[in-house]
């Protein structure tokens, strides 16, 4: 599975809205209105957990897209709490 999010590289120096201790970081692109968020600290196990997730969002939305996958698994999640 060829998944941008694995990919590893140098990191251009910004300001993260959140981060640290196994947190989320937040970039926002404010010339292209979106932002990239990194995941820190996940362990190989989890790594697979996530990968499994968002593929099968994937197929059961119809899309090519993890971030839609994503979002979808988020609103389920805060659906059902």
């Keep these: 599975m060829n998944n941008s999010f694995l990919k590893s590289g140098r990191t251009a120096p910004a300001e993260f809205?959140?981060?640290g201790g196994g947190r989320v970081?937040?970039?926002p692109n404010k010339?292209?209105?979106?932002?990239?968020?990194?995941f820190l600290h996940?362990?190989?196990e989890q790594?697979?957990?996530i990968l499994d997730a968002l593929a099968l969002a994937r197929e059961e939305l119809g899309t090519e897209y993890d971030s839609?996958?994503?979002d979808a698994i988020c609103m389920h999640?805060?659906?059902n709490r």
């Design 68 to 70: 839609v996958a994503l």
């Design 77 to 79: 999640y805060l659906a």
């Design 17 to 19: 809205s959140q981060g």
């Design 47 to 49: 790594v697979e957990t």
């Design 42 to 44: 996940i362990y190989p």
């Design 31 to 38: 010339d292209r209105g979106y932002s990239r968020l990194r």
């Design 25 to 27: 970081h937040v970039r």
